[in-house]
């Protein structure tokens, strides 16, 4: 093979997602125009803005560009909603129970709005990305001025400019299959932890997701770009970086071996500095020993795997489209296992998937009882319109859903409470998190544990050793060694 070629293809790749320039210079001057317009409108002080993100930490990473293009249009940010100028609500889909959240907070709003016409009200992320959402919206919601979509977040300047110009209705849900942008402001929320995506879209299409429909088709950050970014993040101070996906494993799959997600861990982790890297999600299905072999072999990556089962049942598993068995799952927690013996182990899980019975929802708890998981999210099944498994007959009423779930959060429960009562007496290193109400600092262990001990918010962002002296179920109490 020619040396050159793996450089052509990833151009060919990129260039096939990316945003034509002509379209960002196009939003650089919606920028310029709407910081002139601001200006006028608010002669004395910066207009406000409040950005609510709801959901995953994809739509944080989201929500934080969205917070760094509006600081650059002129407004400054607030966490006082009453107070805005704007309002923003970032939206997820994932469930039934997140969008009812959002609908009823747009419903708050119709009085802030009235009060004040020229405040704008905006919705954009997951949520918007159905089309029955932004039609309900657009009927049921009037006083809503601007919808976008989560393949459009570059033009935001362009939707805002829109808005105070003309006094119309701006919705925009293009670009199915979506893009990649780069070079978009980011206002991060944290001064030592970062987000920092790898890549956007899923193509797994589990029956039961909204994901793949709502976020478009996988596709991959440039490998150098992901890294000159953790470089400077690092660079300015950062303690803990987080690489985002929906399917961390399948980063740059369609590429040479040298551009996949465990090169992308080794170049990391090869940045001087101290710092953790983390990662979420992985799929079961893309998990190879090469990615644990490079989880055990790097000193900075923390040794938390988050590898969501959602079901301990074949059967369920296979209706799900999950693309593995209770077997190859437990094959490779045991190969981690060895590998990593101290590794903390977080899953997700699904209960009452259309049709699941209860011998296979006990499958479910047993794959728990063996695997001894550090914590679990567990979710109850939300039929969400469009997937495959919203239109599978559903036998099990909500009550047996219920105590099918409560019985799933005993087990785990018992499972963490003996895991924490293990930790008792040892040092663990903890990258101090923030203070606690109680005026205790709260910080988090490599396995992603909360521990909270006494100490001075001057260590707040920086890594401490601390000894476990209380275990509580959940969280652990300590003190500075
Ligand atoms: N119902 C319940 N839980 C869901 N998840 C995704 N879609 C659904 C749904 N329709 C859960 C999965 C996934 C996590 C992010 O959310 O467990 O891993
Ligand atoms: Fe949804 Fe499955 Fe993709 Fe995760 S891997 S985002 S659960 S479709």
Redesign the pocket.
Do not use: G, K, L, W
């Given at each position: 093979m020619n040396a050159e070629e793996p450089i052509l293809q990833e151009q060919a790749v990129s260039s096939r997602f990316a945003v034509p320039q002509a379209e960002l210079d196009k939003q650089i001057e919606y920028t310029a125009m709407v910081e002139t317009v601001l200006q006028s409108r608010f002669p004395d002080k910066k207009p406000l803005a409040f950005v609510h993100t709801y959901g995953?930490q994809g739509n944080v990473a989201d929500g934080e560009k969205i917070k760094g293009i509006l600081v650059s249009l002129g407004y400054d940010l607030t966490e006082e909603i009453d107070d805005a100028d704007l309002v923003l609500y970032n939206t997820c889909a994932?469930?039934?129970h997140a969008q009812d959240r959002v609908f009823g907070n747009v419903g708050k709003r119709k009085a802030w709005k009235e009060a004040d016409r020229s405040r704008i009200l905006a919705l954009c992320g997951c949520m918007m990305q159905q089309t029955y959402v932004a039609d309900k919206i657009k009927k049921s919601y009037p006083y809503v001025d601007l919808v976008f979509g989560t393949h459009v977040i570059h033009k935001l300047p362009e939707f805002i400019y829109r808005c105070l110009c003309t006094g119309k209705r701006v919705f925009d849900l293009s670009g199915g299959d979506g893009n990649v942008v780069e070079g978009l402001p980011i206002h991060r929320d944290g001064t030592f932890k970062a987000w920092l995506p790898i890549m956007y879209g899923c193509n797994n299409f589990?029956s039961?997701?909204?994901?793949p429909y709502v976020r478009g088709r996988e596709r991959s950050r440039d490998f150098d770009a992901v890294v000159e970014e953790a470089r400077r993040l690092i660079a300015a101070g950062y303690k803990e970086i987080t690489l985002l996906g929906q399917n961390v494993n399948s980063y740059n799959k369609d590429k040479d071996a040298s551009l996949r997600f465990p090169a992308l861990l080794r170049a990391i982790n090869d940045i001087e500095g101290d710092f953790w890297i983390r990662f979420m999600?992985s799929h079961p299905r893309d998990c190879t020993k090469e990615l644990l072999d490079t989880m055990a072999s790097c000193k900075k990556v923390a040794k938390h795997l988050h590898l969501?089962v959602?079901s301990g049942n074949d059967r369920v598993l296979q209706e799900m489209n999950r693309h593995y068995d209770r077997e190859k799952y437990l094959s490779l927690i045991a190969y981690a296992k060895e590998k990593m013996p101290d590794l903390s182990i977080t899953s997700?899980?699904?209960v009452g998937?259309p049709g699941e019975t209860a011998e296979e929802f006990e499958d479910t708890l047993s794959l728990v009882k063996q695997v001894r998981f550090t914590s679990l999210?567990t979710?109850?099944?939300?039929?969400?319109p469009g997937?495959k498994?919203?239109a599978m007959s559903d036998p099990f009423d909500r009550a047996e859903k219920n105590r099918r779930f409560k019985a799933l959060t005993d087990l785990q429960e018992s499972i963490a409470g003996a895991r924490t009562a293990s930790m008792k007496g040892k040092v663990f290193r903890v990258l101090v998190e923030e203070s606690t109400k109680d005026g205790l600092l709260s910080g988090r262990t490599e396995g992603n544990v909360i521990i909270v001990f006494p100490g001075d918010e001057a260590l707040i962002g920086s890594f401490q050793n601390v000894e476990v002296t209380e275990p509580k179920t959940w969280i652990l109490k300590g003190r500075l060694c």
């Open positions: 995953c994932i469930r039934e589990c039961y997701c909204v994901v999600t969501p959602q997700d899980i699904i998937f999210f979710f109850i099944f939300s039929p969400r997937t498994a919203a």
